[in-house]
């Protein structure tokens, strides 16, 4: 996840979201729908990871007869059949999971109902060398045997459940899944760079500015960027990717509201090194 550093959020946090971290801890995970859009900072933090991964009303889903064909309890024990990886981050594949889909749904823009998760067009240039992008060609390789073990099912629609699968087998809520999604043909329907937020734009008034600007364009308030943050309770960050190196918790592969509290709990210090990961 691109994201900007700890003290941005913490802010960000501190202002529009804090009472909905309290008030989430003792409830526990909650079951959302994924038909309407949290109006809430505390309704915002029940979806928290799950709301980044959908796409849902994030994107223009186009349903084709061969998607309605798919047998997705097969694709769902596919996709978990692959996601324990001793030789990747942490031994699980599911975070990088999440990220891929998170970054095909958040280049959505409300004004124009152009990029989202529709169309899968990150399998294209320019999109798949966009900068936020980086690391996710992993991923992407990843789920290339699910589709051809599954054809009737789009790429758009595996990438989606993918992160679906991967979170609840994280510990995470069950999400309801939509299939529908298309595959576009070519990266002439590839949506600019510059869609999704970046790692650090330098101050923290301008990283506050960047974030809204980014997420405003896809239709959301600020609790719900604060709840989305929550996805950074799953993986970590990459030098090669964001500038910035080691997971965001204790238990990256674990769905958890751990990295609310650790913003709210304990101080972050920058550190410059040149260490492994």
């Excluded at 509290?261 to 040149?274: G, H, M, P």
Aim: with cysteine.
């Amino acid at each position: 996840f691109f994201w900007p550093p700890f003290f941005i959020q913490r802010t960000m946090l501190r202002r529009f979201g804090i009472q909905a971290v309290r008030a989430a801890a003792p409830a526990g995970r909650r079951l959302m729908s994924a038909a309407s859009a949290p109006r809430t900072a505390k309704a915002a933090f029940g979806v928290a990871t799950g709301g980044v991964v959908l796409g849902l009303g994030l994107s223009s889903v186009t349903l084709a007869a061969k998607e309605a064909q798919a047998d997705w309890t097969k694709v769902r024990k596919d996709i978990s059949d692959i996601l324990d990886e001793d030789g990747y981050d942490d031994g699980h594949i599911g975070p990088v999971l999440v990220r891929l889909a998170w970054h095909a749904s958040g280049t959505y823009d409300a004004s124009t109902k152009t990029g989202g998760s529709d169309g899968a067009t990150m399998r294209f240039t320019p999109e798949a060398g966009h900068g936020a992008n980086a690391g996710l060609a992993e991923a992407r390789k990843r789920l290339e045997p699910i589709k051809a073990k599954n054809p009737e099912a789009s790429v758009a629609d595996i990438w989606i459940l993918a992160s679906i699968v991967a979170i609840e087998e994280m510990g995470g809520p069950k999400v309801p899944f939509r299939p529908g999604r298309s595959d576009k043909s070519s990266g002439e329907w590839c949506p600019p760079d510059g869609r999704l937020p970046a790692a650090d734009s330098g101050t923290k008034p301008g990283n506050i500015s960047h974030v809204r600007d980014v997420f405003y364009r896809m239709g959301m308030n600020d609790q719900e960027i604060v709840a989305l943050f929550g996805a950074h309770a799953l993986g970590r960050c990459h030098t090669d990717r964001s500038g910035y190196t080691g997971p965001w918790t204790r238990a990256p592969t674990t769905f958890s509201n751990e990295y609310f509290r650790l913003l709210t709990e304990v101080k972050w210090t920058k550190k410059n090194w040149k260490g492994a990961h």
